[in-house]
C-alpha cells in the first residue's frame, strides 16, 4: 500500500509516519529529512534548498520530482514494501508527476491520502516548542507563518485533488498521538 501523509507544518507527519513504519514496514520518504540531509552535507542540492527552506517557501517542483525518482530508484523494495510519502506531494504538478511515475516505472499508484487536520493556533504552538531544540532554520515565527501561508496557497489545493479521486481520507490531527494514530489505521483498514 503506497500512503501519502498529507497535511500543514507540524501536522504531526513525520511522528505519524514513524508509527506507520513500525506498524507495517513501509519505505519511508520525508522529501524534508532529504533536503536537511543535503544540507548538512554540503551538496549542490543542499546549497539551492538552504535559502529557500529557511525562507518557509517551496523548492522548485522538477528539482523535487528529480530527488524523489532517485530515491525510489535507490530502493528497489520501495514499491514492494509500500510507500509511505511525507512532504510530497505539495504541490498539483507535484502529485501529477508521482501519479505518471508510480503507473510507468511500477506499475502502481497511490492507495489513500492520510490527512491531518489540525488547528492552526496549535501548529504554531508545536513548531515554537521544537525550535526550542531542533536547530532547524525554519522553526522560527516569522518562517512559521510564512510556512503555513504557502501551504494554504500552493498545497491545500491537493485536498480538493485527492478527494476528486476518492483517496482523501480526513483525520483529527489534534488529539495525543496515540489517539491520532489509531485513527489513521481504522481509515486504512477502510
Ligand atoms: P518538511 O520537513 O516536510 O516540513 P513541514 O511540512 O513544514 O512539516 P514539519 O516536518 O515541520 O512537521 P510534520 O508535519 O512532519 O510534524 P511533526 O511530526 O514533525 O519540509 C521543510 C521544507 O522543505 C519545506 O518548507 C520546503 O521548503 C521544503 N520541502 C520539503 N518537501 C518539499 C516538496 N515536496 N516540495 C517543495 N519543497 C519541499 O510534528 C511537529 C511537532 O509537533 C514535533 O515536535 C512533534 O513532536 C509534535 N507533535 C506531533 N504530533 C503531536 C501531537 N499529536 N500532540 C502534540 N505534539 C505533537
Ligand atoms: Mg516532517
Known amino acids: 500500500m503506497n500512503i501519502v501523509i498529507f497535511g500543514a507544518p507540524g501536522s504531526g507527519k513525520g511522528t505519524q509516519s514513524e508509527k506507520l513504519i513500525n506498524e507495517y514496514s513501509l519505505h519511508h520518504i520525508s522529501t524534508g529529512d532529504v533536503l536537511r540531509e543535503h544540507i548538512a552535507n554540503g551538496t549542490e542540492i543542499g546549497k539551492v534548498a538552504s535559502a529557500i527552506i ?8 522538477n528539482l523535487m520530482i528529480d530527488i524523489l525518482a532517485d530515491n ?3 530502493h528497489p523494495d520501495a514499491i514492494e514494501k509500500g510507500v509511505i510519502f511525507d512532504g510530497f506531494p505539495r504541490t498539483i504538478p507535484q502529485a501529477e508527476a508521482l501519479n505518471e511515475l508510480l503507473k ?10 492520510v490527512g491531518l487536520e489540525v488547528a492552526e493556533d496549535e501548529l504554531v504552538r508545536r513548531m515554537i516548542e ?3 531544540s531542533s536547530g532547524r532554520a ?4 516569522e518562517t512559521i507563518q510564512k510556512r503555513l501561508s504557502v501551504y494554504h496557497k500552493q498545497t491545500q489545493p491537493l485536498c480538493e485533488y485527492y478527494k476528486n479521486a476518492g483517496k482523501y481520507r480526513p483525520i483529527n490531527g489534534n488529539g495525543t498521538v496515540d ?4 485513527e489513521i489505521k481504522e481509515q486504512l483498514k477502510k
Open 54 to 61: 529557511a525562507n518557509g517557501q517551496l523548492i522548485p517542483d
Open 72 to 74: 525510489l530508484k535507490n
Open 138 to 141: 525554519d522553526d522560527n515565527l
Open 130 to 132: 521544537r525550535g526550542k
Open 104 to 113: 510507468k516505472e511500477y506499475d502502481s499508484e497511490i492507495h489513500a491520502v
Open 179 to 182: 489517539e491520532i494514530f489509531g
